[in-house]
């Protein structure tokens, strides 16, 4: 059976980083929902956008929840939010296989610089990603997650 990794990672370049917002649903509440299915693992990203944003990526494995990831976020005014969103798709359709959270560590793409740092492992994380244009920081995400209602693995 699939590993959790190996699902984050697939489910990663199908969701968000994808960019097939065509699969996107508009929620009631104003939110947008990304679900992704393979066998019995089933991903459900469901965030607030705009700016800034915040959302939670949920993953279960045969209808239980087993991890999850919660981000927030914001571009600066000054900044161009297409622009940005672009190079952050990009930087995020690169996941580290050690660390499938969000991007790598880092990415360029002139004249962007995206930054990623995170401590701790699948069960237990947390991390920040940053976008710099030239020496400006002009974008900037929280994250933390882990194991949901687990003590070991999946």
């Known amino acids: 059976m699939k590993g959790l990794r190996d699902f ?3 489910s990663n370049r199908a969701g968000y980083a994808g960019g097939d917002e065509k699969t996107w649903t508009r929620e009631d509440d ?4 990304i679900t992704f299915e393979d066998g019995a693992w089933k991903s459900h990203d469901n965030f607030f956008g ?4 915040g959302g939670r990526t949920v993953v279960f494995l045969a209808g239980i929840p087993v991890w999850m990831l919660v ?16 190079v952050l798709k990009n930087a995020l359709k690169r996941m580290p296989t050690e660390a499938p959270y969000r991007g790598p560590g880092r990415y360029e793409e002139d004249p962007f610089v995206y930054a990623n740092t995170w401590e701790g492992a699948l069960e237990r994380f947390s991390g920040r990603e940053e976008i710099l ?14 194991w949901v209602d687990k003590r070991e693995a999946v």
């Open 30 to 33: 104003r939110s947008w929902t």
């Open 71 to 86: 981000y927030y976020g914001w571009v600066d005014k000054s900044a161009d939010p297409a622009k940005l969103y672009a």
């Open 133 to 146: 244009e030239g020496s400006s920081l002009v974008y900037r995400a929280d994250y933390a997650g882990g």
């Open 50 to 53: 705009g700016e800034p944003y």
């Open 8 to 10: 984050l990672l697939e």
